[in-house]
């Protein structure tokens, strides 16, 4: 059974910063990747950013310059450092760990709720 469990969601207001942290239950080497998605009302859920084991990272195109994502693998712990905030970034962020094929699978954790004022 996997377990991830995010935190360090908050209100903050534009121009702030929030670092997220997602723990997983178990080595995070059993994943090829791991990543923050977000959801905001009425949206789809997006990527926000992905590092995988080796340690490559990308972003959506909108975070870039401003989003850093990081792992402690000796923690099992992912974050999430978000800079210069802005209130389109105000969604829940999802923390996703991706199990590669052949038992390909997607976990998800329980979100955090990140809220940018104006």
């Known amino acids: 059974q996997v377990r991830l469990v995010e935190s360090g969601g908050g209100l903050v207001q534009t121009g702030g910063s929030l670092r997220l942290s997602c723990a997983a239950s178990?080595?995070?080497?059993?994943?090829?990747?791991m990543g923050w998605y977000r959801q905001a009302p009425g949206k789809q859920r997006e990527l926000v950013a992905r590092?995988?084991?080796?340690?490559?990272?990308n972003y959506a195109d909108s975070v870039k310059g401003r989003f850093t994502i990081s792992r402690d693998n000796a923690e099992n712990t992912v974050y999430l450092q978000m800079n210069s905030l802005k209130p389109e970034d105000t969604a829940v962020y999802y923390c996703?760990?991706?199990?590669?094929?052949?038992?390909?699978?997607?976990?998800w954790g329980q979100g955090t709720q990140v809220t940018v004022s104006s």
């Open positions: 996703n760990a991706r199990r590669a094929p052949p038992s390909a699978y997607d976990f």
């Open positions: 178990g080595s995070i080497f059993r994943f090829n990747a």
């Open positions: 590092i995988t084991n080796g340690g490559s990272t």
